[in-house]
């Protein structure tokens, strides 16, 4: 049976997890949280839901994807999507991966093509040096390709908008708390009682059960056994969108370069858009995404 935590301060207000930030990942560990029995708050800086899965506005157009978002071929996760959660999860249509054999001279594949994965192995591994590493790498993926089975890429057929409006009804039904606007001014882990300390702009909250997403910024940490200085990496992600306007029908809707020294994936999101339905409107929204990539969720329990 837990010991009551005696408060040193009433106007604290207790809960047992707060989680730091709105995204996907924060969501649902939120709902499972208040699923067992937990009393639960999340807060989040920004002034609106979603952490980095939040769409934006370019040019008049909305709903428009922030970034490159896929799933990873996670059999046991895509299935949860799929019968847990319900979401419309299908396989990426339209994905190829580009391959340039001579200046802008480019060859292409179905991304879930085995031929693809032969070439990309065999020609364009960072082992493949010379003639000698092509053939041991050439052995080695038909070899891959005989034992793993094909993979795929996976997304919902609603992008990014139809994540975020089904979180957002979910955690209203479960009546989890959600305050935006919320930046953390103090942390203090009570590592006797093992609570924590939390001051938000003028609140200040008491929680047993920490959760941090991807992006959440933290102050310095005080402790009882002393100041925690945490050292922030910062992995660079650089992308940006590109609008463009013509009568030119496109096969591709995600476009991987696998050998670009600069560009790693180019999706069409405009189907995801505000502008999706809309026939006169002949405006094209591309992501494009350079090299280097980072996501992770902590958890802090006391």
């Known amino acids: 049976m837990e010991q009551k935590v005696n408060l040193t301060n009433s106007k604290e207000k207790v ?3 707060l989680c730091i930030g709105t995204s996907i990942i924060v969501s649902l560990e939120a709902i499972h949280q208040k699923k067992l029995g937990k009393e639960v708050l999340m807060v989040d800086s920004s002034d609106s839901f979603g952490g980095a899965w939040k769409t934006i ?3 008049g157009i909305k709903d428009v994807e922030n970034a490159i978002h896929y799933f ?15 979401w419309p999860i299908e396989n990426s249509k339209r994905k190829y991966q580009y391959f340039r054999v001579y200046k802008n001279f480019y060859i292409r594949f179905l991304y879930d093509a085995l031929s693809a994965r032969l070439i990309r192995d065999t020609f364009f591994s960072e082992e493949t ?15 891959r390709i ?3 089975p094909r993979k795929s890429s996976y997304y919902t057929a609603e992008g990014a908008t139809g994540i975020i409006h089904f979180l957002k009804s979910l955690l209203k039904n479960y009546q989890v708390e959600i305050e935006l606007n919320s930046k953390i001014n103090e942390l203090y882990f009570d590592l006797h009682n093992k609570v924590v300390h939390c001051t938000f702009d003028t609140k200040k909250i008491l929680c047993k059960s920490l959760i941090l997403g991807h992006g959440a910024r933290l102050p310095k940490i005080s402790t009882t056994n002393g100041d925690i200085v945490l050292e922030e990496k910062f992995h660079p992600r ?7 306007e013509d009568n ?29 339905d809309n026939p006169e409107d002949k405006r094209k929204v591309f992501v494009f995404a350079l090299h280097g990539w980072s996501t992770s969720l902590k958890v802090f329990e006391l």
Do not use: M, Q
Request: aromatic share 8%; net charge neutral; glycine share 2%.
């Open 72 to 86: 990873t071929p996670d059999e046991k996760g895509i299935n949860y999507l799929k019968k847990d959660l319900k």
């Open 248 to 276: 030119i029908v496109t096969d591709s809707h995600e476009v991987i370069f696998t050998n670009d020294s600069l560009i790693k994936y180019v999706h069409d999101v405009t189907r995801f858009s505000s502008i999706k």
């Open 146 to 148: 005989i034992r793993e």
């Open 15 to 17: 809960v047992d997890c």
């Open 57 to 59: 506005e370019i040019d």
């Open 129 to 143: 040096k010379n003639i000698k590493d092509v053939i041991k790498s050439l052995f080695k993926s038909i070899n």
């Open 238 to 244: 650089p992308a940006y969108h590109l609008i463009v």
